[in-house]
């Protein structure tokens, strides 16, 4: 099994500020990256696929970055519907294929 | 409007069954993978089992083989998953979203299931 190691597990930031989250995966995944953003009582959203491409709708100040093993998700400068829990998810092509594993999440907390 | 709307949660038994439905609109349900994700209170997103289009194909994670079937109908635009030998570890909100090979871009908002005596 793929595990998924974000980092930190807490981020204060400010409004307008720039977040940059990461995500480490045990073994090479290619680009075969997604991250979510997760508000309580929602469904999570997809924001980001292939590492670095952009969901549907997703606004330009997300941005996703990394191959192999290290990930990044940037957010250019925070606005206040941007605060939630991100996760990393790692979809990689058999082998090894499924269990898709998630990372433990990321708290973007107003500072 | 893409939709997924999940139901069949609730509160069982330890050793209890239950069985969850997700009804799927907007979209062409048969040509899709489907998947069921689960968070347990205060912890993060777990992939439970995915589906393929035609339901010849499933995977699931370690900890529900053996005790969880993932199906689906396709005539329906449902998938289900049918939960056995529950035990407390497995109370969640249970999502389900749909898996096109690249993230899972379209989820459901949930439905909680505890598993208490």
């Known amino acids: 099994e793929i595990v998924m190691t974000q980092s930190p597990a807490t981020l204060s930031v400010s409004p307008g500020e720039r977040a940059t989250l990461s995500c480490r995966a045990s073994?090479?995944?290619?680009?075969?990256l997604a991250w979510y953003q997760h508000k309580p009582g929602q469904a999570p959203r997809l924001l980001i696929y292939?590492?670095?491409t952009r969901a549907t709708g997703i606004p330009a100040r997300f941005s996703g970055g990394g191959s192999g093993t290290e990930f990044t998700l940037t957010i250019s400068s925070l606005e206040s519907e941007d605060f939630a829990v991100y996760y990393c998810?790692?979809?990689?092509?058999?082998?090894?294929?499924?269990?898709?594993?998630f990372g433990q999440g990321t708290k973007v907390e107003i500072k | 409007e893409v939709q997924l709307v999940e139901s069949g949660g609730g509160l069982v038994q330890p050793g209890g069954s239950l069985r969850l439905s997700c009804v799927v609109s907007?979209?062409?349900?048969?040509?899709?993978?489907m998947s069921w994700v689960r968070q347990a209170p205060g912890k993060g997103l777990e992939w439970v089992a995915n589906?393929?289009?035609?339901?010849?194909?499933?995977s699931c994670v370690d900890s529900v083989k053996g005790r969880f079937t993932i199906s689906r109908d396709n005539a329906k635009n449902s998938l289900y998953l049918q939960m056995n030998s529950l035990r407390a570890e497995d109370t969640a909100v249970y999502y389900c979203?749909?898996?096109?090979?690249?993230?899972?871009?379209?989820w459901g908002q949930g439905t909680t299931v505890i598993v208490s005596s």
């Open positions: 292939g590492a670095s």
């Open positions: 589906l393929s289009q035609d339901g010849s194909d499933k």
């Open positions: 979203a749909r898996d096109p090979g690249f993230g899972l871009d379209v």
């Open positions: 907007g979209f062409t349900f048969s040509s899709n993978w």
């Open positions: 998810q790692q979809y990689s092509n058999w082998p090894p294929g499924p269990p898709w594993t």
């Open positions: 073994q090479s995944i290619s680009s075969n």
